[in-house]
């Protein structure tokens, strides 16, 4: 457990409406990743923190924005949802080791 | 470009051992994963591979080929558990430690 939540941990919403995703870590992590996960394409990385106030985009980072104004919190932001957005969306910080990655539980979220 | 490929669903029987394969071809490569996946969970990691050669821990084993871009995960004495999802990924050496993810391998043990 490297003491990570995620919240909300379920939400639906509407097209056209924003919607924020909080990460939170107790254990001081410098990285901090957001992906989003989909049947068919597995995770894929959204947009990363290497520290506070340092991001940098993922693979799939149309769409979205994200913001670390401290160290324990990383919060992706949707500016206006789309049906497209709809996925499990998993937040993971870079081990002590520096290889393996640790989940959060995930934030199920619909777009109607 | 980036790619990893695995197959899609393999079913096992329960006690026996199962080997789930990964090919990979990425603009760099700085380690691979293996990482278990229940249903309905966050995924979990399992072994990390950077060297040529097979790695073991305990029930679970994994090797690594570089020159093939090849990669294997072995599963030994097969419990009900072990359902789950595999993901196979791979560290591109870029900036931010990033890893890409293969779309994983369903794994069904059966009685």
């Known amino acids: 457990d490297a003491g990570i939540t995620q919240s909300p941990r379920h939400k639906v919403t509407e097209t056209g409406t924003p919607v924020t995703l909080r990460c939170h870590q107790t254990?001081?992590?410098?990285?901090m990743y957001w992906y989003r996960q989909d049947p068919g394409h597995g995770l894929r990385l959204i947009h990363y923190?290497?520290?506070?106030?340092?991001?940098d985009k993922g693979e799939v980072s149309d769409g979205y924005s994200v913001s670390r104004s401290k160290t324990e919190d990383f919060l992706l932001t949707l500016e206006s949802a789309t049906s497209s957005q709809t996925s499990v969306y998993f937040c993971?910080?870079?081990?002590?080791?520096?290889?393996?990655?640790?989940f959060g539980p995930g934030t199920r979220l619909t777009v109607t | 470009g980036q790619n990893i490929d695995q197959p899609t669903e393999m079913t096992a029987t329960e006690g026996a051992i199962v080997q789930i394969n990964c090919t990979y071809q990425?603009?760099?490569?700085?380690?691979l994963f293996w990482y278990q996946q229940h249903a309905g969970e966050a995924p979990t990691f399992l072994s990390y591979?950077?060297?040529?050669g097979l790695e073991e821990k305990g029930r679970f084993s994994s090797f690594l080929s570089r020159s093939k871009g090849y990669s294997y995960l072995l599963l030994k004495e097969l419990q009900m558990k072990d359902s789950a999802s595999y993901l196979c990924?791979?560290?591109?050496?870029?900036?931010?430690?990033?890893?890409?993810f293969g779309a994983g391998t369903r794994l069904f043990v059966k009685a």
């Open positions: 993971a910080i870079r081990g002590e080791q520096g290889n393996e990655q640790y």
């Open positions: 254990e001081n992590h410098r990285y």
């Open positions: 923190s290497y520290g506070v106030k340092d991001t």
């Open positions: 990425t603009s760099g490569f700085n380690g």
């Open positions: 591979n950077v060297l040529d």
């Open positions: 990924a791979v560290r591109d050496g870029t900036g931010g430690f990033k890893t890409i």
